[in-house]
């Protein structure tokens, strides 16, 4: 197996944290990192879900609206499926 260098920029905080963990699981941080890149070939992606909690302020419009018109007794409702697209010309 031939290996070759990775170079990573991260702050000395992070890195004495992170090395801190890895002394308790007593591995190094190369070992740490090629168990990552493993898991990342293995999931064929990231091996944990990267998500942002707080959505945009689109989406929290659309929210907004949505519960403004689920408590609207003037907001138009329909019956079924059918009475919509037939309201929507469809």
Do not use: C, W
């Amino acid at each position: 197996m031939e290996y070759t260098n990775l170079n990573i920029r991260t702050s000395k905080e992070t890195k004495a944290a992170a090395e801190k963990i890895f002394d308790e699981l007593g591995i190094s941080t190369s070992t740490a990192f090629n168990i990552f890149l493993k898991a990342v070939i293995r999931q064929n992606g990231l091996p944990f879900e990267l998500r942002v909690d707080v959505p945009n302020s689109e989406t929290v419009a659309a929210i907004e609206e949505g519960r403004k018109l689920a408590h609207d007794p003037n907001a138009k409702s329909y019956a079924s499926v059918e009475e919509l697209k037939k309201a929507l010309g469809v």
